[in-house]
């Protein structure tokens, strides 16, 4: 019995010693899907934007076109398939965006490392290098590195300043440019010049190859796209009619619309998969 009464009081003063010592938070990270729709969101130029506020918004528009469906025709399936399409609105708007804003960094990365190349050589230092794009960089990305200028005066830290330039981009490039800079100024080293020329140079070849792949498959993508469209656009055009929009109010018109809607998902994704072109990912976070 004392035994044990004495390790209870050991187990307690043990406990009270270590509660005066404040263990470090952890820091959340999100994984997985909401890490690459987070990714996402930053490249459409939206960060404040969370992907669970991107879910209620295509919820959200799903449920009004809906219910104004249901108002217009009083066919529920025809609703609810006009509803569907409206919930993925959001999210071919945000993928849009984000693969403008990639097509754009893509034709300026080589631009931006040989202003680096040039700072470097002419002595500046990594962090006046990089403060200097806000400047005189390409305008793409002016507005990202004057916010790395503003982060750096305000801490002093080049490391964190590095880490939120990575978050503000969320670009694979970038990554490797921070991370070439970011190892430069912690262990030093002579390579940096020809590394980042290396890199400009791999840049504008992959540039110039998917430039030429691109213009090649425009009109075929589009032309697909048009093709699973149309459908949709003369069932707009048939739900107008009462009595049209009634036929499809039945078990026939419901699976009619299903296997239709079924068709055209699978055809879609099929034609985007065949037809894209292998995108870099993010690696170096």
């Given at each position: 019995?004392?035994?044990?009464?004495?390790?209870?009081?050991?187990?307690?003063l043990l406990?009270?010693?270590?509660?005066?010592?404040?263990?470090?938070?952890?820091?959340?990270?999100?994984?997985?899907?909401?890490?690459r729709t987070?990714?996402?969101?930053?490249?459409?130029?939206?960060?404040?934007?969370?992907?669970?506020?991107?879910?209620?918004?295509?919820?959200?528009?799903?449920?009004?076109?809906?219910?104004?469906?249901?108002?217009?025709?009083?066919?529920?399936?025809?609703?609810?398939?006009?509803?569907?399409?409206?919930?993925?609105?959001?999210?071919?708007?945000?993928?849009?965006?984000?693969?403008?804003?990639?097509?754009?960094?893509?034709?300026?990365?080589?631009?931006?490392?040989?202003?680096?190349?040039?700072?470097?050589?002419?002595?500046?230092?990594?962090?006046?290098?990089?403060?200097?794009?806000?400047?005189?960089?390409?305008?793409?990305?002016?507005?990202?590195?004057?916010?790395?200028?503003?982060?750096?005066?305000?801490?002093?830290?080049?490391?964190?300043?590095?880490?939120?330039?990575?978050?503000?981009?969320?670009?694979?490039?970038?990554?490797?440019?921070?991370?070439?800079?970011?190892?430069?100024?912690?262990?030093?080293?002579?390579?940096?010049?020809?590394?980042?020329?290396?890199?400009?140079?791999?840049?504008?070849?992959?540039?110039?190859?998917?430039?030429?792949?691109?213009?090649?498959?425009?009109w075929t993508?589009?032309?697909?796209?048009?093709?699973?469209?149309?459908?949709?656009?003369?069932?707009?055009?048939?739900?107008?009619?009462?009595?049209?929009?009634?036929?499809?109010?039945?078990?026939?018109?419901?699976?009619?619309?299903?296997?239709?809607?079924?068709?055209?998902?699978?055809?879609?994704?099929?034609?985007?998969?065949?037809?894209?072109?292998?995108?870099?990912?993010?690696?170096?976070?």
């Amino acid at each position: 019995m004392g035994a044990i009464s004495g390790l209870l009081l050991g187990t307690g003063l043990l406990s009270i010693w270590f509660s005066f010592f404040e263990r470090p938070a952890a820091r959340a990270t999100p994984r997985g899907w909401s890490r690459r729709t987070q990714d996402l969101l930053v490249q459409a130029g939206a960060p404040s934007v969370s992907p669970t506020s991107l879910i209620l918004t295509a919820a959200g528009l799903g449920v009004t076109v809906f219910v104004l469906g249901v108002a217009l025709t009083s066919a529920p399936p025809i609703a609810a398939c006009f509803a569907a399409i409206a919930s993925g609105a959001p999210w071919a708007l945000v993928h849009s965006r984000a693969r403008r804003r990639r097509t754009e960094l893509r034709t300026v990365w080589p631009e931006v490392v040989d202003d680096l190349v040039s700072g470097i050589r002419a002595g500046r230092s990594l962090p006046e290098a990089l403060i200097s794009l806000g400047e005189r960089g390409p305008e793409e990305v002016r507005e990202e590195f004057r916010r790395f200028a503003e982060d750096y005066r305000a801490t002093g830290r080049f490391d964190d300043a590095l880490e939120i330039l990575k978050a503000r981009l969320a670009d694979p490039v970038a990554d490797r440019i921070v991370e070439a800079l970011r190892l430069t100024s912690e262990v030093g080293g002579t390579e940096l010049g020809r590394l980042l020329r290396t890199l400009a140079q791999m840049l504008r070849e992959d540039l110039r190859t998917r430039g030429e792949l691109e213009a090649r498959q425009t009109w075929t993508v589009n032309g697909a796209r048009m093709a699973v469209a149309a459908p949709w656009l003369v069932l707009l055009l048939l739900a107008t009619r009462p009595e049209a929009a009634q036929a499809y109010d039945s078990p026939i018109g419901v699976v009619v619309l299903a296997v239709g809607a079924a068709s055209s998902a699978l055809a879609y994704w099929l034609m985007m998969r065949i037809g894209r072109l292998p995108e870099e990912q993010r690696v170096m976070r």
